[in-house]
């Protein structure tokens, strides 16, 4: 969502910038931005703070040398460590629900004496 949000100084402070810079959101240029799509949820990461923008963004999907950017490649990137987090967050999840409660009272048990 992002500055998008503040009202009308941020829509004209978007059509000042350029695809480019480093104020706008690469991610959402390119797809979905890592904070819009944990929202609500234990992963949310707030509210996103570049600029999002559909203006720059259609000026992004229309850019013939797009590629020479990168953007792409720092958007997997960037969800690939979204994914590694999740992926850790299960593990440690799951690792914590394979003992029954039996167990942890034994292991308490044992632990204590």
Do not use: W
């Amino acid at each position: 969502m992002g500055e998008q949000l503040m009202g009308v100084g941020a829509s004209s402070r978007a059509s000042q910038l350029s695809f480019t810079d480093p104020k706008v959101c690469r991610s959402f240029l390119v797809g979905t931005c890592p904070h819009d799509l944990f929202t609500n949820t234990k992963q949310d990461l707030g509210p996103c703070p570049k600029v999002h923008s559909e203006q720059l963004k259609t000026e992004y999907e229309n850019d013939k040398d797009k590629a020479k950017h990168g953007f792409d490649y720092d958007y997997m990137r960037d969800l690939q460590k979204y994914i590694e987090e999740c992926n850790r967050r299960i593990d440690v999840a799951q690792r914590r629900l394979e003992k029954t409660p039996d167990e942890i009272r034994q292991t308490n048990a044992l632990v204590s004496n």
